[in-house]
C-alpha cells in the first residue's frame, strides 16, 4: 500500500504523512531511492522519514534512560554508526535505496 501512495497516489498521501510510524513504513523509506521520485513525492517522503527519525529517537532516548554502563555504549556507538552510514551514503551515490531489500 505505501510504495503505491509514493508512486502516483496523490489522493492518499495526506494518508501516509497522518498515519502512525511502523515498521512497513520504515521498510518502505528503507528501500525507495530518492532519486526517482518526483516533487511532490519527495515532500512526502522527507515528512515521513522525519516521523520515523523522531519515533527512533524517542525509542533510543527511552532505552538510554536505563543504561548503566554508558562506556559500553559509547564504545558500540563509536563502530555502528560510521559503518552504517558510510554502507548506506554509498549505496545512494550509486543510484539505489539506502538498505537492500
Known sequence: MY????????????????????GA????????NPAKLSQEQ???FAIVARKVKATCEYAELAALAHIRDTA????????????????ARDRLR???PPCPG
Open 3 to 22: 510504495r503505491s501512495i509514493l508512486r502516483g497516489m496523490e489522493e492518499l498521501t495526506r494518508e501516509i504523512e497522518n498515519g502512525q510510524p511502523s
Open 25 to 32: 513504513v520504515y521498510d518502505l523509506i528503507m528501500s525507495t
Open 42 to 44: 519527495l515532500l512526502v
Open 72 to 87: 559500553e555504549l559509547a564504545m558500540a556507538i563509536t563502530v555502528a554508526e560510521p559503518a552504517f552510514g558510510e554502507a
Open 94 to 96: 550509486a543510484g539505489r
